[in-house]
């Protein structure tokens, strides 16, 4: 995972580079788009491995605490992020998915 997320890094400093050698606008825009498309992609795996480990322990288990704050940590978190809900349905299967709108849902109407 990290090496994604370097070569990100990579990439965006390439960006930064071309448009500090005023590079033409469709390279520079070019590079953009993939430094955006490579977040999501990166951002949707990390999301899935996330979701799975803690809704299985937090949300389905038996702690209504914990189980609370996560809820509230991710509505806070779908507040934050404008594409949340289709970043959460490419990376998590179809069931789960449903499972984890239900609850936020649940939660929003809460907070």
């Known amino acids: 995972m990290l090496a994604r997320w ?3 890094e990579a990439r965006a400093r390439l960006v930064t580079d ?4 005023d590079a033409p606008c469709l390279t520079t825009l070019g590079q953009g788009l993939a430094v955006r498309a490579s977040v999501a992609a990166v951002s ?8 799975d480990r803690c809704l299985t322990g937090i949300v389905a ?5 914990a189980r609370e704050e996560f ?5 806070a978190l779908a507040g934050r992020t404008r594409h949340f809900w289709a970043l959460v ?3 998590v299967p179809a069931p789960f998915y449903f499972r984890v709108e239900s609850h936020v849902r649940t939660a ?3 907070l």
């Open 71 to 75: 809820l509230r940590e991710l509505v």
């Open 44 to 51: 949707a795996i990390q999301l899935h491995r996330n979701l």
């Open 89 to 91: 349905s490419t990376a």
């Open 6 to 8: 370097w070569s990100i």
């Open 18 to 21: 071309l448009i500090t050698a």
């Open 61 to 65: 288990g038996n702690r209504p605490a």
């Open 108 to 110: 929003e109407g809460r």
